[in-house]
């Protein structure tokens, strides 16, 4: 009886901690900074501004889609001066920036993090290279960067298009003119660029046509005759795009119009049939944010954090679109210093799930306390201990081989792992040990 009582115990404690809860360690509210997916399934934020005025430098991370946690991340080394407005790109597990708003300039910088030494690195460029700017983007295209647009610190636009070759560490230049545009959404697939709306010439002129240039140097940008509900002129939209097997669309939301009015829809385009999809409203009307998608072999989410609100104020609101259900989720930040009801812990999903011979278990404990971290069968038998004893505030990781206490190997099925914090709070997920081949 007791072991019928455990597993049905676990089992709600299984469907309670994979709720939706307020992310601690939110970032702070901010407008104009970057986000990107990770190849772990979690996404970064990178820089931005607040309501006075003040730059950032921070990064955090937001590691778990389910329970909606952001960790801030503190690199090895110093990391490049504050910026907003910068882009940002990931190539070959690595991330990039470049150029953006300065505390005094602008800037036209490039900074490389590697996420496996937990460092930046200034590369340093050739004298060749990009004027300093903002609200450009780039985009990596079959190991190339290639930059567009942006304004210059005078607000005027540029007409120029880059690539940048990392194994030659060069700059080149298309000698052609190119639609000028500012605070544009990018997307890629295979080796075409595309492009959709922005500011040109001035700060009423915004742009509402898709554009696309195929890749390598040495093209034009060509103007896309497109199907469905196009999202009309817009800039500063949030933006973000997918490229896996089985999507290759460009997603959009909010933004202002040529009259300067924020907007609240919601939009795809398919890269592949150059159609346009409105898609359910969710977040209030808002601009000058970021997104990113992200996917694993199990879900894909779409992460939207900060931006300006209607009234002009940078926001800390995380939203995250569900693209099976096709709804949106709001996760409210939870002050650590004004609400004590926060969780003590946060147990996150187990990577690889379903596993064939070792999977990793991360938790995060927001202060000292004493941990056990153990595993249990289906029917509530404990099969290994896997830590017990006082840790330090922060997130941890274990790696289990699907062994028990006696180091013998476990037979495939279903297995729980369960977190006890102070021997009292305890939350607790499962996981699947199956051959998958």
């Known amino acids: 009886m007791k072991k019928l009582v455990f597993i049905s115990t676990l089992l709600l404690l299984v469907s309670a901690s994979t709720s939706a809860q ?3 360690n939110a970032p702070e509210a901010r407008h104009d900074h970057s986000m990107l997916p990770l190849p772990d399934g979690s996404v970064l934020l990178i820089g931005g501004e607040d309501v006075s005025g003040h730059l950032f430098s921070d990064m955090y991370v937001f590691n778990d889609m389910q329970m909606g946690v952001w960790n801030e991340i503190t690199p090895a080394n110093d990391p490049p001066p504050a910026r907003r407005s910068h882009a940002a790109w990931a190539r070959d597990g690595k991330v990039y920036i470049h150029g953006g708003y300065g505390e005094n300039n602008l800037l036209d910088d490039m900074w490389q993090y590697d996420m496996a030494t937990n460092e930046w690195t200034q590369i340093n460029q050739p004298a060749d290279k990009p004027d300093p700017r903002y609200g450009h983007t780039v985009v990596s295209v079959n190991g190339k960067d290639y930059l567009y647009g942006g304004k210059n610190d005078s607000g005027t636009d540029f007409t120029d298009f880059w690539s940048y070759d990392p194994g030659s560490n060069d700059w080149q230049e298309d000698d052609d003119f190119h639609p000028p545009s500012a605070g544009h959404a990018i997307g890629a697939v295979g080796g075409t ?10 700060e009423d002129d915004y742009r509402d046509d898709t554009r696309y240039y195929d890749t390598p140097l040495g093209n034009s940008w060509t103007y896309t005759y497109t199907s469905g509900d196009s999202p009309g002129p817009l800039a500063f939209m949030f933006h973000t795009f997918m490229h896996n097997l089985a999507n290759h669309c460009m997603y959009l ?27 359910p409203a969710g977040p209030p009307a808002l601009s000058h944010g970021s997104m990113a998608i992200t996917w694993n072999n199990e879900d894909t989410t779409l992460v939207l954090f900060g931006g300006l609100n209607s009234s002009g104020e940078p926001v800390d609101e995380n939203w995250q679109y569900n693209f099976d259900e096709e709804s949106w989720e709001v996760l409210t930040a939870i002050d650590d210093q004004n609400n004590q009801t926060q969780p003590l812990a946060y147990l996150y999903d187990n990577y690889p799930n379903p596993f064939k011979i070792s999977t990793t278990i991360s938790y995060t404990i927001r202060e000292k ?3 056990n971290l153990s595993i249990y069968n289906v029917n509530g038998q404990h099969i290994k201990t ?12 274990i790696n289990w081989s699907a062994n028990d206490n006696d180091a013998n190997s476990l037979p495939y099925g279903i297995y729980f792992y369960n977190l006890k914090i102070d021997g009292d709070n305890s939350l607790t997920k499962k996981c699947f040990y199956f051959d998958t081949r």
């Open 22 to 24: 307020p992310s601690p």
């Open 193 to 202: 660029i595309y492009a959709y709306g922005g500011i040109r010439w001035n």
């Open 253 to 279: 939301f909010g933004g202002e119009n040529g009259s300067k009015e924020l907007q609240d829809g919601f939009y795809k385009f398919n890269m592949d049939t150059h159609t346009w999809y409105q898609l």
């Open 369 to 371: 306390s004493h941990v």
């Open 386 to 397: 896997l830590t017990s004893g006082m840790q330090s505030s922060g997130t941890h990781e």
